[in-house]
């Protein structure tokens, strides 16, 4: 048997998945409607909507099997993540990948698998769509077709939940999606003995530019801001806009002193000549740094009012200068 490989994008993989919030979620008719067509599409025993997280496969959808989840080790799925086209096994039993499998030797018997990655917003595959028969079979091309639509309405039906927790504007996190993904990020760094820190973040005179300049300019200058953000902070630290010009910033397995190392840096960009010249207008920002202890911050709403209020002194220090 073959273990799958893990994809080259695992982890950002991983933490959109967890932005979504999909996974050990209660059953919907909007998914099981569309493994209902499958099932009825293809005569198949099973249907399943597949989600791939760290060491499992959890299915969000399933007909045909009382079984909630698998380990990744022995999932088909596992391995049609890897590819961008559907991943298709006619037999498993003279496949030297499935064949000794125990989804192939025992329960349930599988001989055909056809699975469609299902992609998120940012095209990093979160699971699949797949059809399984306990006898070999084929697939013709308009049968090819059919099962890559019903993949698509799935992943609409991702980017409702992605809608749900992304602002709009700025095409990042907002406060519902940070807090969601924060605080998994804290429960690692706890379990893991890492450091965390968390940067809370304040655009200086918004109001008076929206009033002097037009809404429509500060919009621009918050899109703006969220673009130097992504280009600051790395791929695993959390970023978000909790709310009008209010910015947060979640770093794991890393100390204070690097969170304002990275604000450094955020100043030097937001500073810039160019920047000012695209906006119309300087951006300025006061920060607040706070470090993840947990007996003095014993939640994530804990650090962001700790954060809040770091900030809201430095923002006080500046009108006092």
């Given amino acids: 048997?073959?273990?799958?490989?893990?994809?080259?994008?695992?982890?950002?993989?991983?933490?959109?998945?967890?932005?979504?919030?999909?996974?050990?979620?209660?059953?919907?008719?909007?998914?099981?409607?569309?493994?209902?067509?499958?099932?009825?599409?293809?005569?198949?025993?099973?249907?399943?909507?597949?989600?791939?997280?760290?060491?499992?496969?959890?299915?969000?959808?399933?007909?045909?099997?009382?079984?909630?989840?698998?380990?990744?080790?022995?999932?088909?799925?596992?391995?049609?993540?890897?590819?961008?086209?559907?991943?298709?096994?006619?037999d498993a039993t003279k496949d030297p990948r499935f064949a000794d499998n125990p989804l192939v030797t025992s329960e349930p018997h599988i001989r055909f698998y056809a699975g469609c990655p299902l992609r998120a917003f940012d095209q990093t595959k979160l699971g699949t769509l797949c059809i399984i028969d306990t006898h070999p079979r084929l697939l013709t091309s308009d049968e090819l077709e059919s099962l890559v639509d019903l993949a698509r309405m799935i992943e609409n039906e991702f980017a409702a939940y992605q809608l749900a927790t992304m602002c709009e504007l700025t095409n990042i996190s907002n406060r519902r999606g940070f807090m969601l993904l924060a605080q998994h990020s804290l429960q690692l760094c706890a379990r893991e003995q890492l450091p965390?820190?968390?940067?809370?973040?304040?655009?200086?005179?918004?109001?008076?530019?929206?009033?002097?300049l037009g809404h429509k300019h500060g919009d621009r200058?918050?899109?703006?801001?969220?673009?130097?953000?992504?280009?600051?902070?790395?791929d695993a630290d959390v970023v978000a806009r909790l709310g009008g010009d209010e910015f947060v910033v979640l770093f794991s397995n890393a100390r204070k002193?690097?969170?304002?190392?990275?604000?450094?840096?955020?100043?030097?960009?937001?500073?810039?000549?160019?920047?000012?010249?695209?906006?119309?207008?300087?951006?300025?920002?006061?920060?607040?740094?706070?470090?993840?202890?947990?007996?003095?911050?014993?939640?994530?709403?804990?650090?962001?009012?700790?954060?809040?209020?770091?900030?809201?002194?430095?923002?006080?220090?500046?009108?006092?200068?």
């Fill in 1 to 90: 048997m073959l273990k799958p490989k893990l994809p080259a994008d695992e982890a950002a993989r991983l933490t959109t998945l967890h932005s979504l919030n999909l996974l050990d979620s209660p059953a919907e008719e909007r998914f099981d409607r569309i493994t209902r067509m499958a099932k009825r599409m293809f005569d198949v025993p099973i249907a399943l909507v597949s989600i791939v997280d760290e060491n499992r496969q959890w299915f969000k959808s399933k007909l045909g099997t009382e079984v909630c989840q698998t380990d990744r080790d022995i999932s088909f799925c596992g391995h049609a993540i890897l590819g961008d086209e559907p991943f298709i096994i006619c």
């Fill in 196 to 212: 965390a820190s968390l940067v809370f973040i304040d655009l200086d005179d918004f109001k008076q530019i929206n009033d002097r």
């Fill in 221 to 234: 200058l918050l899109k703006e801001f969220a673009n130097q953000l992504s280009q600051v902070f790395r």
């Fill in 257 to 321: 002193t690097q969170a304002e190392e990275a604000l450094k840096r955020l100043n030097v960009l937001t500073t810039s000549n160019e920047l000012a010249e695209r906006c119309g207008c300087a951006i300025a920002f006061s920060s607040g740094v706070v470090e993840y202890d947990p007996e003095h911050h014993p939640s994530l709403e804990a650090l962001l009012e700790a954060g809040d209020k770091l900030m809201y002194q430095a923002k006080q220090a500046k009108k006092g200068r």
